[in-house]
């Protein structure tokens, strides 16, 4: 599984970016995806989920970005976007793409992440 993570930059407080995570599956992979997401790491900080996406549809926020950020899936273009509003400073950090990957028979396996894509909220 690959993930591109793009759309990271620049953005004034109270303004908007979108995100997105280009998700790639081998072609007759055995195992399946429970949940794509969005995490997020600070400097200084620990690595926190920003939003993810589960297979069942739902979708799961931090209670720091809820209200304020929404997650989507494109399935024409295999990705899922971010889309970040009313951007605080403290949304500054660098945003990495999850998929957290369960095998046939539902046992965990270890995660995949995308490179990572700096957001910087200043003015």
């Known amino acids: 599984v690959q993930l591109q993570a793009s759309g990271g930059g620049l953005v004034q407080p109270g303004g908007s970016l979108r995100l997105s995570c280009a998700v790639s599956?081998?072609?007759?992979?055995?195992?399946?995806?429970?949940?794509v997401g969005w995490y997020r790491q600070a400097p200084g900080a620990q690595r926190e989920l920003v939003g993810a996406?589960?297979?069942?549809?739902?979708?799961d926020y931090s209670d720091s970005v809820k209200g304020r950020f929404g997650i989507s899936r494109d399935n024409a273009k295999s990705t899922l976007d971010l889309e970040m509003n009313n951007l605080k400073p403290e949304d500054t950090a660098v945003y990495f793409c999850?998929?957290?990957?369960?095998?046939?028979?539902?046992?965990?396996?270890?995660?995949?992440w995308g490179q990572g894509t700096q957001v910087t909220v200043s003015s």
């Open positions: 999850n998929a957290k990957p369960v095998s046939p028979s539902e046992a965990g396996a270890a995660d995949f």
């Open positions: 996406l589960n297979s069942d549809e739902s979708v």
């Open positions: 599956v081998p072609s007759g992979w055995a195992y399946r995806l429970k949940a």
